[in-house]
């Protein structure tokens, strides 16, 4: 298993949706209903180790009580990219952690690094880089793994944007993984590099196939009806085509589509997949 260190304890308020560490993940997003809880979490940040790379910086979300051996469920959640955003680092599921830690599971909040603070190159740096971004999301899930009570049959990986794609990667080589939500996500790697950072006007054919094996699109189809997709139905960056190709890959997954919800998607679509989770865990 990887290590992983401890650092400083933050011990989280009494209700959902008003504590300091629901409110810090949210900004001006609306929250979900206040619920009292039943049992205290925790949340600790913790550091975890990568074999040639710098460790990783996450935390870790669990019910503040002891745990026996395989009692609770397991989420890894891997955040989008968005510069203007607050949220555009493990700040952005914070809040929903905390509520399926409150259902017995233990969720951990990775910052990932590629593209937000590497550069774009347009050739196979970009595919070392991102396999570089895989180890360390592969590194955090078995740090995940490790945690007392945690039972590796049965965990999720949840992301949005990047992390929804660094995220059907995971799922697809872990095949313990039980639950997806892959949250508007593209379908390839070469198509938000080559329209978003490299600023071309279509996408160079040897430069895609340089991500053979590593698309989402291609890493999607294991999960079957445990796959959730969440669009949205005002996104500039996910086109219908993308959706369409998704569908094709799977079309078992569920699929919620939010007319008026932009990239960031809306609280309907937090709403709905918390549940969903809950229940493909066994948690509720």
Excluded: C
Aim: aromatic letters at 10%; proline letters at 6%; charged letters at 20%.
């Amino acid at each position: 298993m990887t290590a992983f260190g401890l650092a400083a304890l933050t011990i989280t308020g009494v209700a959902v949706g008003t504590s300091a560490s629901a409110a810090s993940s949210a900004g001006s997003q609306p929250q979900a209903t206040t619920r009292v809880r039943h049992e205290p979490v925790v949340v600790q940040d913790v550091s975890v180790s990568v074999p040639g790379q710098k460790s990783v910086d996450a935390w870790l979300v669990r019910p503040s009580g002891p745990a026996a051996p395989r009692s609770l469920a397991g989420v890894i959640y891997l955040h989008w990219l968005e510069p203007s955003a607050s949220t555009q680092n493990r700040s952005e599921f914070l809040d929903e952690a905390v509520r399926v830690a409150e259902h017995g599971a233990v969720a951990i909040l990775p910052d990932l690094t590629f593209p937000w603070a590497g550069q774009v190159f347009g050739d196979k740096r970009d595919v070392a880089s991102v396999r570089a971004q895989v180890a360390a999301v592969d590194a955090t899930y078995r740090a995940l793994l490790a945690q007392t009570g945690v039972d590796p049959h049965r965990t999720a990986v949840v992301g949005h944007d990047y992390g929804a794609m660094y995220g059907s990667i995971l799922a697809a080589r872990e095949p313990a993984i039980k639950a997806e939500v892959f949250i508007a996500g593209d379908a390839t790697w070469a198509d938000w590099f080559s329209i978003f950072f490299l600023s071309l006007d279509s996408i160079p054919p040897d430069y895609n196939a340089l991500f053979a094996g590593l698309d989402p699109v291609d890493n999607v189809t294991r999960m079957r009806a445990h796959l959730y997709f969440q669009w949205s139905g005002q996104d500039p960056f996910v086109t219908s085509d993308v959706r369409a190709a998704f569908q094709t890959a799977d079309p078992t997954a569920k699929v919620s589509l939010y007319s008026d919800a932009g990239h960031f998607l809306d609280q309907n679509a937090k709403n709905d997949r918390i549940p969903w989770l809950l229940d493909q865990l066994g948690l509720r």
